[in-house]
């Protein structure tokens, strides 16, 4: 429930951001509250859309393409067998044709879930290993963070492009106000970060969530563990070409690589993966799962 409650509060500062900034890009053009309304009208059209189209989107933005048991038998067969470990309905599967090793869920709900894995995770991990990984994406079908995930990333690809606008529009105003032109900055260069930011809370909370759930549907948190230390390597050796970094935190694994997770863990995508492992090896230990 609190975090049900953090979420909504998280997306409704989203859309208050571009509320904010449409009123600023009015102020610009003598637009007035016209532009803070314009603002509030694409924040609800983008949740609409992100709602309603989260799965078409995700699977676009990431190149992946629904396959058929035919044409993935061992990933339909492993899926299967952990949605009904897991009690909920086997959701459609997708093949993102990258030797960056990954997987990620979207869709709204359990009717509308897509498990998506990368040729190069098929490659790279066994069967007990990959099981390990699509039982965490369950887990995030399980736990309801595919559709926050969705939006998430729908709402801060839009705020980079507005501040990108904003950008733009500073030197086509005749505006002398200097006091305007200061807050268009200061929300041409914050506004991308907060999205950022806030993007990167809800991934955070949610892998973690994600781990234990998933270690719970296959009963073998170790077997997540092994994955997560080769994807991982993986990753720094294949990091994943034309996608967008909006849709990062929708991966297991950055799929850009650690090394901008280094410079600063304030703007990773995702939790540490050491502590990922801690947390897994501990649950083995414990029996706790």
Avoid: W
């Amino acid at each position: 429930m609190i975090e049900s409650l953090k979420i909504t509060l998280l997306l409704g500062f989203l859309t208050g951001i571009l509320v904010v900034f449409g009123g600023i890009i009015g102020s610009i053009f003598k637009f007035g509250i016209l532009g803070a309304f314009i603002g509030l009208i694409i924040s609800i059209i983008m949740n609409f859309i992100s709602y309603f189209y989260s799965d078409k989107l995700a699977l676009r933005a990431n190149h992946a393409q629904i396959v058929t048991e035919d044409e993935a038998p061992r990933l339909h067969r492993i899926v299967g067998e952990l949605a009904q470990n897991a009690g909920i309905k086997k959701p459609r599967v997708a093949i993102v044709h990258t030797n960056d090793p990954n997987a990620f869920a979207t869709g709204r709900n359990q009717d509308n879930a897509v498990v998506a894995a990368t040729t190069g995770i098929m490659q790279t991990l066994d069967d007990r290993e990959l099981r390990g990984v699509l039982a965490h994406e369950l887990g995030h079908i399980k736990n309801h963070d595919i559709l926050i995930g969705s939006i998430a990333a729908t709402m801060a690809g839009i705020i980079t492009m507005v501040a990108n606008i904003g950008h733009y529009a500073i030197f086509f105003s005749d505006d002398d106000g200097i006091g305007e032109l200061v807050a268009s900055i200061l929300l041409i260069i914050f506004a991308p970060i907060a999205a950022a930011i806030i993007r990167m809370a809800i991934s955070r909370s949610c892998e973690f969530k994600a781990d234990r759930s998933g270690a719970e549907i296959s009963h073998d948190p170790l077997a997540l563990a092994s994955a997560l230390e080769k994807i991982e390597r993986g990753v720094e050796e294949h990091p994943i070409e034309d996608v967008n970094p909006s849709n990062a935190h929708l991966y297991i694994i950055n799929p850009f690589g650690s090394t901008a997770q280094r410079l600063s863990e304030l703007f990773s995508t995702h939790p540490n993966t050491n502590e990922r492992i801690k947390r897994l090896i501990k649950m083995s230990e414990d029996g706790n799962y």
